[in-house]
């Protein structure tokens, strides 16, 4: 008998000590809500976990999309692009428009909010999150975002994972530093790309043994700009004033956001005002660039308007290194010389905005006042031409 009941005791304290574990790890847990992947979601009343469900208020997700709310005793009626959904507290099933749905968890009533799985967001809203059908989960730490996505990220392309290699020796560089993932990646030596439109040239030759991958690129900016920043706020070209000045500003741009990374592209055009099939993407990260990062940036990147504070950019970067990760017994020199903006910013640059609106709604902001990397890329492809870093040094 008292061998039972010392065992009745310690499974009831293992017991409590797994759900005290538990529930104390949900309580303070920090969640952030991610639209279609990018714009974070604020809360009066925050989430919450729960039996590894995550809830979050209704009424404020379906008002937020444009959906009327009402609520009878322990029934919530959603009227949400014509259709009318009923829900009922403490059940995992609702009727729209006189069909019964299921739901993926039930409905949740805490401090006199009603609340709703995160998977079940796709029943109350009009035009918040169209056609929600995947929902992706990170968690650092006691930190857990939420990615809501109208569809699932797609597969890269076999290819795009060849510049994993190029990434790994931009985050490893000390300074700034620019280098071509496809010149490094296709060691042909009679392989010549022709300059096209004024964009760059990409010559690979073979010299005394050495592959030297020479490259040009300039790209002037073709707004004017002004001076909101002084010398002391900029982190390049401590002795040179005249290097010192912001370029700055407001547009419609392709804009993306998550919680690792904010990015912006935009599209190179000649002289003539004829785009190209290139676009440039500047990224601000506290973390190393990844292939997925990338690639985050090129599926899901909208049209948001931008004021954009950008430095002009030169530099000139040598690469030497061994190259035996590709088989290739020799050593890489590549030669890189990137010009952003030093040729005067004017009004007959290659590159400009996007395109225009008459309705300027929520303003995003890309302030580049700290390092930050670019890549360049071929659209036709999605190619990823050159990868760089600037402001490192």
């Keep these: 008998m008292m061998y039972q009941f010392i065992l009745k005791k310690i499974l009831f304290f293992i017991i409590l000590l797994y759900f005290t574990n538990v529930v104390f790890a949900e309580e303070n847990n920090i969640y952030s809500i991610y639209e279609n992947g990018r714009n974070e979601i604020i809360f009066q009343n925050s ?7 995550i809830y979050v208020p209704l009424r404020e997700l379906a008002e937020r999309g444009g959906s009327l709310v009402h609520y009878s005793n322990s029934e919530i009626s959603v009227l949400a692009d014509g259709n009318v959904t009923l829900f009922k507290i403490g059940e995992q099933k609702a009727i729209c428009n006189f069909s019964e749905i299921s739901l993926h968890a039930p409905v949740q009533n805490k401090n006199g ?42 597969e890269q ?19 700034n530093v620019i280098i071509s993932p496809k010149a490094i990646k296709h060691l042909d030596f009679n392989n010549k790309i022709k300059k096209e439109d004024y964009f760059s040239q990409n010559i690979l030759l073979d010299k005394n043994d050495n592959i030297v991958n020479e ?13 909101e920043h002084n010398i002391s706020e900029a982190f390049y070209y401590k002795n040179s004033i005249e290097n010192q ?32 099939p290139y676009e440039i993407t500047f990224l601000l990260s506290e973390n190393n660039i990844t292939s997925d990062m990338i690639s985050n940036v090129n599926y899901y990147k909208d049209e948001s308007w931008v004021n954009l504070k950008l430095p002009k950019v030169k530099l000139d970067s040598y690469i030497q290194l061994n190259a035996k990760e590709l088989n290739v017994d020799k050593e890489i020199i590549q030669k890189v010389s990137f010009d952003f903006g030093q040729k005067g910013i004017n009004t007959n640059s290659n590159i400009e905005a996007d395109g225009f609106s008459s309705v300027m709604t929520n303003i995003m902001d890309f302030n580049a006042n700290k390092p930050f990397y670019f890549c360049i890329t071929d659209t036709r492809n999605d190619d990823v031409l050159f990868v760089g870093k600037y402001g490192f040094e």
């Design 47 to 53: 989430p919450y976990q729960h039996n590894d469900i």
């Design 113 to 154: 909010v009603c609340y709703i799985a995160v998977e079940d967001i796709k029943y109350i809203t009009i035009n918040f999150i169209n056609n929600l059908n995947y929902v992706e989960y990170e968690k650092e730490n006691n930190t857990i975002s939420v990615y809501l996505r109208e569809k699932k990220l797609p």
């Design 157 to 175: 392309k076999k290819d795009f994972k060849n510049i994993d290699f190029v990434l790994k020796l931009l985050n490893e560089a000390k300074s």
């Design 215 to 227: 490259v040009y690129f300039c790209c002037p900016w073709r707004y004017a700009f002004s001076e």
């Design 245 to 276: 000045i912001f370029m700055c500003h407001t547009s419609l741009y392709e804009y993306y956001k998550d919680a690792n990374i904010t990015a912006l592209s935009t599209v190179f055009r000649t002289e003539q005002h004829k785009e190209l």
